[in-house]
């Protein structure tokens, strides 16, 4: 089964942009905070996308896809280090992101915002890869 990951890459083009972009504005600006909700927004939907990849590159590893998809979100990266698909370090960072988005879910703030914005390099940077990673379990 081809995974297709058009999606997750859009996704991180448009957060990669949204960064760049980011970068460029006066925090005292409009523009500023637009494009760090943009930021914030984009970080959410990869951070969904990244384990519904997981869950279908990990079902031809199993039985039965019912069983990956009981997996908790931090249970599929474990499950992806376990198959070769993704190192214990970049877990580490996958469960972290994940950890920054339960631990802010109700701070839509200031605070939240700055946190997530620290992440976005490497967060891009992961992102990336899952979805080589993922494109590699296609060709093999």
């Not at 970068?23 to 005292?28: A, C, G, I, L, T």
């Not at 249970?75 to 070769?84: E, G, K, P, Q």
């Amino acid at each position: 089964m081809k995974i297709d990951t058009a999606y997750i890459e859009r996704c991180i083009a448009t957060l990669d942009k949204a960064q760049t972009l980011l970068k460029q504005s006066n925090p005292e600006n409009i523009d500023y905070d637009m494009y760090r909700s943009a930021c914030i927004k984009e970080f959410e939907i990869i951070l969904e996308q990244s384990g519904k990849l997981l869950r279908k590159a990990l079902k031809p590893f199993y039985h039965s896809s019912k069983e990956v998809d009981k997996l908790i979100f931090k249970d599929v990266f474990r499950h992806a280090v376990l198959r070769n698909i993704i190192t214990d370090e970049v877990c580490e960072r996958w469960l972290q992101y994940h950890d920054n988005r339960n631990s802010t879910t109700h701070d839509y703030g200031v605070n939240f915002a700055e946190e997530t914005v620290v992440l976005l390099p490497q967060f891009i940077s992961d992102a990336t890869e899952l979805a080589k990673a993922v494109q590699k379990l296609n060709s093999d």
